[in-house]
């Protein structure tokens, strides 16, 4: 019979990114905590289960429980961001995973909706996940003219790129039928960028898309 | 209502060496998982606070349901190394942390018995954990002269080297009486250790510690 | 008598970024290469001290031995930079160092001009460089209406913003008399970035920034 | 006619560990530097080159001009450690470069002669450097049983046991001829190791070289 231990930790050596040392000290940090703590974490899991939904528009996942279910025009389940009249639904941002709206929503810089693509296209086809192409094709057709602009945002990396190229592929038709414009994030320099170390295309960029400033 | 996406970021936030980016992915990667999953990590988490207990005689935690619950000379609940007479029991290691034991465990090269101090000695007033240095002592004192070197297991780093210390002032009058060797870890060059970047005194160590070897 | 060694491994630990073991490393390399590679270092070293002058006109070192000098109209020595009639002589770009010219003129993506400040503005008063600031007023002063932009390339981390602030307050007066536009480098995304780990200002950038792309 | 800036930047660039910026900041370096600062650092790499010595004895580098040259029973240029009477000729500590002799001797741990090996033994054949070893067979066989150990003073990574085999292939039958002890540094844990995160191997040789403590 297999230690309750060591079951936990394997369990915890699935989390993305935790190691065997680092699944150890969890196990020791939930023990060390108390039992309320415990029931506590054990509730939170549960209710995760149970009230947490896939939003049918925008595929983010959002506490259908706190935020009432919202039945939309069409009579689908849909979040409380795709139901927002005060957002501008003329604007549809595009980003690969949840934690990548979460950031974009941070910034409190953007007011339009998302689209979740539920991963990024990788380069080895063993490694495919199921993108939401199809879906996202639907709801393009859906809003029709509606639409101004698409955002595609995706990290500036070699997978970021291909998933961008396979987003262009899928959208090209519906985008040309409605005139839609599609762009993507500005490249340029990021906070604590050095000029003598930048690479040189980041820099050919910061230099094209420079601001001119009022002095103050 | 709070989000229960949110609470439960929020719990993960409080594991060790989780920040706020790494607290979200761990709910998605949760979410991403089926019921299945997710019932299983509850159910171990649960049977965690049951099953493991922490040791009366080396304060280790370990798995009473799965190990039979082992009740020793003395009567008091112990766990399966503390009880295992094929180990020697005239060597004792003093170690900070159950994960310190693991990783000892790890090499298969110890083969005395464990003591965990639950913790390290602090510098600030403010951070002391609470250490079970009395039980140390009554540990010490119930053995006696069958014990015949203590083992100081800590790091080398100002904190370990403090916990030295205070180990060794609780333990000093013992160990004079039952004339107890003590002894701390070797040092010297570890694995991947380069002589060129090596700092002086490691390398001061491994010079006074160099191993005559015959030649194959 | 100091060692011969010991003295060259003193001043390689001068230059910028070097430690102990690197200056070390220095040494023996040299000793391992030849005479003829010595030699070589030797005469370029002694050369650059020759024929590599200072801009009167953009404070850039330059070889003069190589590039043949030019009179310019003022009748100062300037660089072949600023002696180049097929650069956009509307243009100036003001960079803290010599080598933040160098990463610019590597991306063949500017064809405006340059000048050096000499160094950052830095917060302590001790270690204030001297700045070309009276030499940088002059410049514009001289160039009057016929510059149309300044653009300031500072780092984008608190030192290049200090030195930014620094270089408006002293160009304020003259750009305001001649109309002269100033601009900062564009701020977005750089190359490898990923969404979800940036800081929000980069992101908020980045938003705002976005660029519309044409279908391919 | 190339660049003076450019040909000294080339040359910046061979050097161990230097990079292009890197290169570029040197020049740059140079320039703001004076010209006694420039003509010092010139006299300094020529005076390498024409006082110092390889010791005929040990193989390290070493300044012939200062350290008088000391002409030893056998006839051979040797330098003032392998000349030095004072320090222990039984001990013979063979490391592969100039920087580790420079290492252990920092140590002021060590009181015996060198051999300087001149390289590692690498994997590929195309790699592989010259290394001194029949002079090392000599330099043993000359010795004889006034040997008493050698040390092989290499890193633990795969390179240095590479070298450390090909070190005990070429001296096996002189250390056997004359009864020579061969040992290597010690292992254990190395300054600011946390044994939660230590590898196994180093971790078993720390428990196995454990050290008796007496008791402060």
Redesign the interface.
């Known amino acids: 019979?297999?230690?309750?231990?060591?079951?936990?930790k394997e369990?915890f050596r699935e989390?993305?990114?935790i190691g065997e040392?680092?699944a150890?000290?969890?196990?020791?940090?939930?023990?060390h905590k108390n039992?309320i703590f415990?029931d506590?974490?054990?509730r939170?899991?549960?209710?995760?289960?149970k009230?947490?939904k896939q939003c049918r528009s925008c595929f983010r996942?959002?506490?259908a429980?706190?935020?009432s279910l919202t039945i939309n025009k069409t009579g689908a389940n849909v979040c409380d961001i795709c139901a927002d009249q005060s957002r501008d639904h003329s604007l549809l941002m595009i980003?690969?995973?949840?934690?990548?709206f979460?950031?974009?929503e941070?910034?409190r810089?953007?007011k339009g909706l998302y689209f979740i693509l539920g991963g990024t296209k990788a380069f080895s086809e063993k490694k495919q996940q199921s993108l939401h192409t199809k879906e996202l094709v639907a709801r393009i057709e859906k809003e029709g003219k509606n639409l101004k602009?698409i955002?595609i945002?995706?990290?500036?990396?070699p997978e970021?790129d291909n998933t961008r190229h396979a987003i262009?592929d899928v959208i090209?038709e519906s985008?040309?039928k409605y005139g839609i414009?599609?762009?993507?994030?500005?490249?340029?320099?990021?906070?604590?960028?050095?000029?003598?170390?930048?690479?040189?295309?980041?820099?050919?960029?910061?230099?094209?898309?420079?601001?001119?400033?009022p002095?103050?």
């Not at 019979?1 to 936990?8: F, G, P, V, W």
């Not at 150890?24 to 023990?31: E, G, K, S």
């Not at 945002?153 to 990396?157: D, R």
């Open positions: 019979m297999a230690d309750s231990l060591e079951k936990l369990i989390f993305p990114g040392r680092q150890d000290r969890f196990v020791y940090f939930l023990l039992k415990r506590e974490f054990v939170e899991v549960e209710t995760l289960g009230n947490v996942f959002f506490d429980g706190s935020t980003v690969p995973h949840n934690v990548d979460e950031s974009i941070d910034t810089a953007y602009e955002i945002a995706v990290s500036l990396n970021g262009e090209r985008v040309k414009k599609v762009s993507t994030l500005g490249r340029g320099l990021s906070t604590g960028a050095e000029i003598e170390y930048i690479d040189r295309e980041t820099l050919s960029d910061a230099l094209s898309g420079r601001k001119i400033e002095l103050p």
